[in-house]
């Protein structure tokens, strides 16, 4: 211990003195330089005992002069941060500031609200994976490697070495390559087989689909798969439960029109189209100038995805439908064009 270490000491003391900003910062200061326990000046002191007399007699006094120091400079920091807070005055009576606060986009608002007409019916509500082989995404569902709708639906795959090497081993590389879903439709051999009869579920989440976009598509969106399958479920059931949930999600003024349609999975099929509330069935850029918009696929399940899920098609029967969210909220609030929905434009996602 000299005359040096103790003038190192300061310059060390003052630069951290310069970093202070508050009262607690200072206090913590004074602690870690002359704090009883631990405290750096401290411990000098501590340490006088083991000097020579000499020594105690001319680094002693040097100690306490610079403890007297940091104690005036820190009192004198302590007297500006106090002086700087009484400088601050507050107006209690002034209204607080605004903040900010989020809400849901008008995707979410109504996919709760469609989840919660469907449990009212007595629907469960599942998800599923993202992420899906090729086997549920197709297969499953009637849609054969050899069939013209995989052209249509073949859209993002995804490469696994692992994966597509163990595959090959086990001699299944076709069947089950993964991909991004084209539609929720692919839970439903996963459902029949996990759940007892009779099964009532939807299935929300997001779909992907290779395709050009514009107003009325997109690559990415909310697709909502729903399925009933028990003793004699027929086309009846499945119109009635779309016209109540219409009703409960759009209104009363919304008009319901069923056409033949083909789908792979079902048979026979509909396709549901319903008044375009954009243009009062005017004619607009969303409906194609008809006042009509194309909404839902529909049908009984076909035997062939009842056999997949284990379920014996004489005995049982069931409807299958799916729509497509994003639609259904452009014509609740009147957009007219999908892609508004992802554009991350706060402009409008703060309109709802």
């Known amino acids: 211990m000299n005359t040096q270490t103790l003038q190192t000491l300061a310059q060390q003391f003052r630069a951290d003195l310069t970093t202070v900003t508050s009262a607690d910062e200072l206090r913590e200061l004074e602690i870690r330089y002359l704090g009883r326990k631990q405290g750096l000046v401290t411990e000098l002191l501590r340490k006088l005992k083991d000097l020579s007399i000499e020594q105690r007699k001319k680094i002693g006094p040097q100690i306490q002069q610079l403890k007297v120091e940091i104690t005036a400079e820190i009192e004198n920091t302590e007297s500006q941060i106090l002086n700087f807070r009484s400088q601050i005055s507050v107006d209690v009576t002034l209204p607080g500031e605004k903040i900010p606060v989020g809400h849901y986009c008008p995707l979410t608002t109504i996919r709760r609200q469609a989840e919660d007409v469907f449990r009212s019916m007595g629907f469960m509500v599942i998800d599923g994976p993202e992420l899906e082989s090729e086997y549920y995404n197709f297969e499953a569902v009637n849609i054969p490697a050899w069939h013209p709708a995989r052209e249509m639906w073949d859209t993002f795959y995804v490469r696994d070495p692992e994966r597509d090497k163990e595959m090959k081993r086990q001699g299944d590389e076709e069947s089950n390559r993964l991909l991004l879903r084209t539609h929720t439709s692919a839970m439903q051999v996963r459902i029949m087989r996990e759940f007892p009869l009779p099964i009532k579920a939807i299935v929300p989440g997001t779909v992907y689909r290779n395709e050009a976009t514009d107003a009325r598509h997109e690559k990415a969106f ?106 259904l909220v452009m014509l609740k609030y009147g957009v007219d064009d999908v892609r508004l929905f992802r554009s991350q434009d706060l402009r409008f996602i703060q309109q709802f």
């Open 222 to 327: 909310l697709n909502v798969e729903g399925l009933l399958v028990g003793k004699g479920i027929s086309l009846q059931h499945l119109i009635s439960v779309n016209r109540v949930f219409l009703k409960k999600v759009l209104g009363d003024d919304v008009q319901v029109r069923f056409r033949p349609g083909y789908f792979p999975f079902t048979e026979p099929s509909l396709e549901l189209d319903i008044s375009c509330l954009i243009c009062k069935q005017t004619g607009c850029s969303v409906c194609k100038k008809t006042g009509w918009l194309e909404y839902m696929g529909a049908g009984m399940v076909h035997p062939n995805v009842l056999r997949a899920g284990g379920i014996d098609p004489k005995k049982y029967t069931g409807f299958a439908f799916g729509f497509g969210l994003d639609r």
